[in-house]
Nanobody, 125 residues
């Protein structure tokens, strides 16, 4: 099973940019479809961005499209999330998730058996 670890979360101001990383270990990330999710206090976990499987295909939540960019680098076994134009509504714990093989229900958290522990992003006004 793949092991995932997120990093890069911190306190930033509204309008700032931030880059999150998800490092995979034990097996190659190229075998997995992977996505970013986030969860704010008192809210359900929500889909943010799909990094694809072999690469090339990405999908975004409407709330982040145009501001966030996901990149799944199978060669280096890492998936990143470049975030710009951050707002207080982006405050959440961000998780990367992976499932072996291709995936159609990419926005459904229940489709992913492998999760990292999360990294906290806090955006101040």
């Amino acid at each position: 099973q793949v092991q995932l670890a997120e990093s890069g979360g911190r306190l930033v101001q509204a309008g700032d940019s931030l880059r999150l990383s998800c490092s995979a270990s034990r097996v190659s990330l190229s075998l997995y479809a992977a996505s970013w999710f986030r969860q704010a206090p008192g809210k359900e976990r929500e889909f943010v961005a799909f990094g694809g499987w072999a690469g090339g295909i990405t999908h975004y939540s409407p709330s982040v499209k145009g501001r966030f960019t996901v990149n799944k680098d199978n060669r280096n076994n890492v998936m990143t999330l470049q975030m710009s134009g951050l707002t207080v509504d982006d405050t959440a714990t961000y998780y990367c998730a992976a499932v072996q093989g291709q995936l159609r229900a990419y926005s459904d958290p229940k489709a992913y058996p492998n999760w990292g522990p999360g990294t906290q992003v806090t955006v101040s006004a």
